[in-house]
């Protein structure tokens, strides 16, 4: 159906920068929002950021004034830019997609990316 791919995790320092990246693919009529989340070990799945079909942008305040989400014209794919990187940042990072596959609209999620920001 609908296929999602991360791309653009690493390891950087404290500080530093990384762009992930997010294509999704398939027979999609239309896409809703992208957005992403993260999970530390131990720790539960939590939404980053979402831009919706629209343009409009959400953040988490944890990330607000540091990443910036964004999508390009085919909205298909979708960015993170992640700046002024903290170790709490570590995390592995999941693309999902809300994309309508008529007639059904759900959620599609990519298999993650490491980002380890070290001290």
């Known amino acids: 159906q609908v296929q999602v791919v991360e791309s653009g995790g690493g390891l950087v320092q404290a500080g530093g920068s990384l762009r992930l990246s997010c294509a999704a693919s398939?027979?999609?009529?239309?896409?809703?929002?992208m957005g992403w989340y993260r999970q530390a070990p131990g720790n539960q799945r939590e939404w980053v950021a979402t831009?919706?079909?629209?343009?409009?942008?959400n953040y988490v305040d944890s990330v607000k004034g540091r990443f910036t989400i964004s999508r390009n014209n085919a909205k298909n794919t979708v960015y993170l830019q992640m700046n002024n990187l903290r170790p709490e940042d570590t995390a592995v990072y999941y693309c999902?997609?809300?994309?309508?596959?008529?007639?059904?609209?759900?959620?599609?999620w990519g298999q993650g990316t490491q980002v380890t920001v070290s001290s």
């Open positions: 398939g027979s999609i009529f239309r896409i809703e929002s």
């Open positions: 831009v919706t079909s629209g343009g409009s942008t």
């Open positions: 999902t997609v809300r994309a309508t596959t008529i007639p059904l609209t759900r959620d599609y």
